[in-house]
């Protein structure tokens, strides 16, 4: 079935370096979308991606629709300690338009001041 | 707005009880969903409703029941609750159509059952 593999697991890093983060999938996805967890709450929408070789930046995040469509990548750039989180990609399960989301296994990042 | 609230926030059960989990959401979304994350996972779909008296099921639906009376609440419920559904539960909206999976998530229920 649809998995996506997320890559590093964790990350633990010096305020101010540049972070980057991928997803890949056996399968292709139409759409791939990032969110961000903070401790304790829901899962909030950073970016979404609706066309293959897509780059979209929302302030310091940026993230690319990967050419293959069975790829996606997060960049970070000069992190702060409010980065803090996981991160999870996430795509549609199906084929079809149903709302029915299947999520990585999350990037924990930790940022040190 | 709101947006979406879930209650309660925390939960103890004892197995065999049962529960319900409250989501409602005020932005007049059609689309909303059920997840469960455990430790070290990401987020699995339990169940999804398209709208008002329409729902289906997810990837992990064996011993959850939903309803949807109306377009704001989607209540989920255990009825007879067991220790591997000790989860965190967030609840899930959007609006249908091409923003479908641009999904609002609820604070959460972490549920323990005992």
């Known amino acids: 079935g649809q998995q996506l593999n997320q890559s590093p697991q964790s990350m633990f890093i010096q305020e101010g370096e540049d972070v980057s983060m991928n997803c890949t999938s056996s399968s292709i996805f139409n759409t791939w979308l990032w969110y961000k967890q903070d401790p304790g709450e829901g899962p909030v929408l950073l970016i979404a991606l609706y066309k293959a070789g897509e780059l979209t930046s929302n302030g310091r995040l940026t993230a690319q629709f990967g050419i293959t469509r069975k790829d996606s990548f997060l960049n970070i750039s000069a992190s702060i300690p409010s980065d803090v989180g996981i991160y999870f990609c996430a795509g549609p399960h199906g084929s079809s338009n149903t709302g029915k989301l299947i999520f990585g296994q999350g990037t924990t990042l930790q940022v040190k001041p | 707005n709101a947006g979406v609230t879930q209650t309660p926030k925390f939960q103890v059960l004892k197995t065999g009880q049962s529960m319900t989990l409250q989501c409602a959401q005020d932005m007049n979304h059609e689309y909303m969903s059920w997840y469960r994350q455990d430790p070290g996972m990401g987020l699995r779909l339990i169940h999804y409703s398209v709208g008002a008296g329409i729902t289906d099921q997810g990837e992990v639906p064996n011993g959850y029941n939903v309803s949807r009376s109306t377009t704001e609440d989607f209540p989920l419920r255990l009825l007879s609750a067991a220790p591997s559904q000790t989860s965190v539960y967030f609840c899930?909206?959007?609006?249908?159509?091409?923003?479908?999976?641009?999904?609002?998530f609820g604070p959460g229920t972490r549920l323990t059952v005992t």
């Open positions: 899930a909206s959007s609006l249908l159509g091409t923003g479908i999976y641009e999904q609002y």
